[in-house]
């Protein structure tokens, strides 16, 4: 079946730099991902859609210079979050839509822990 | 607003016993909604959807217009349904697939 990449898995960062995570879809092509945050005990909430070719769409309340979303390929979007800060530490998973199908894949999620 | 209610945050049933996940929503217009679950240490995974109708797992959901209800159900729970499990309408009208809205998820337990 499709599978999407989710890197890191986890990744510890100093409070102020910068972290970048990968989604990739591995055997299709996706026009569309979306990239979401859990909280410990919480669902999942999204932050953005994300188009390949396009700036990325952001939900209410997001910030956008805060999490930059890059979607260059059909097969990679990529989520930096910038000066990254203790309250910023979370689970980011990544969903892609399948261009042929439309279905929905998701990563296996990257903890990110800002110390 | 819109917005999607899963009620129950835990749920513990017998292996053998029937069990039903519920979940109302408040959308305007169609929207088309799914139930996906999270297995331990897994990543989230679809597990049906309204519009296909079909059974999965010996899971079923009927979407409910009058109720705004799409309760999830099976007749005789087994232990490795044991997950979390999540209400999830597609905020795009069902043209996406992805922007979906989750509701708080409801974490089943099977006892043997």
């Known amino acids: 079946g499709a599978v999407v990449s989710q890197h890191p898995s986890w990744v510890i960062c100093k409070s102020g730099t910068s972290v970048k995570i990968e989604c990739r879809s591995l055997d299709f092509q996706a026009t569309t991902m979306f990239w979401y945050r859990q909280f410990p005990k919480q669902s999942l909430m999204l932050m953005a859609t994300?188009?390949?070719?396009?700036?990325?769409?952001?939900e209410q309340g997001v910030e956008k210079d805060k999490f930059l979303i890059n979607h260059a390929s059909l097969t990679l979007s990529t989520l930096t979050v910038t000066s990254a800060h203790p309250e910023d530490s979370s689970f980011y998973i990544c969903s892609a839509a399948s261009r042929n199908t439309g279905e929905l894949f998701f990563g296996e999620g990257s903890r990110l822990t800002v110390l | 607003a819109q917005r999607v209610t899963q009620p129950e945050k835990l749920l513990s049933v017998f292996k053998g016993a029937p069990v039903e996940l519920k979940c109302n929503y408040s959308y305007s217009g169609s929207p088309e909604l799914f139930w996906y679950v999270q297995y331990s240490r897994q990543r989230l995974q679809l597990l049906l959807r309204?519009?296909s109708r079909e059974s999965i797992k010996g899971f079923t959901a009927d979407l409910n217009k009058g109720e705004t209800s799409f309760h999830l159900k099976k007749p005789f729970a087994q232990e490795e349904d044991s997950a979390m499990y999540y209400c999830?309408?597609?905020?795009?009208?069902?043209?996406?697939?992805?922007?979906?809205?989750f509701g708080q998820g409801t974490i089943l337990t099977v006892h043997p």
């Open positions: 309204h519009i």
């Open positions: 999830a309408p597609d905020k795009a009208g069902g043209t996406s697939y992805g922007k979906l809205t």
């Open positions: 994300s188009n390949e070719g396009s700036k990325a769409t952001y």
